[in-house]
């Protein structure tokens, strides 16, 4: 029987990548939320402007919410312009939610935002990951797993 493929969504632009987030964390699962946004940061995100490296979801009153994720103002915008670290609301399914408030309380896992982009009809999107903690001493096995598969392939590149 063959193995099912992972879930991935239709990404066409990405704006940011916490890539810190897979080594700190162990990725269970992973959704696609929408992005409630105010003009100026549509804006923003299509300059290839913004950051999520400190950033977190949360749920709060049945809603999830996006903290601490920056994105600057926009140039162009004036007085019209967005506050940069606002709490951002992510569009998702009731069902969804009630995973995640399941996940957070009873498992004691994060929701943790993975990458920021646009889909192919120019919506902007966040892969959200339900995850949980690493320790330090799983975090330096990874290092060494990692360092390995780097030394182990340019063994191969110079053996042939």
Known sequence: MARPKPVTFDKLKIVAENRRARFDY????????GLAL??????ALRAGEASIAESYAEVKDGQVWLINANIPEYSHGNRLNHEPRRPRKLLLHEREIEK???AVERKGMTLV??????????????ELALAKGKQNHD????????DWKRD???LMRERG
Do not use: C
């Not at 162990?26 to 939320?33: G, L, N, R, W």
């Not at 192919?120 to 999107?125: E, L, Q």
């Open 113 to 126: 935002p993975l990458m920021v982009y646009f889909n192919r009809t120019g919506r902007a999107k966040v």
């Open 26 to 33: 162990y990725i269970e699962d992973t959704f696609e939320a």
């Open 139 to 146: 975090k330096r096995a990874s290092t060494k797993e990692r």
């Open 152 to 154: 182990k392939a340019r």
């Open 38 to 43: 105010q003009g100026t940061e549509v804006k």
């Open 100 to 102: 995640f408030v399941g």
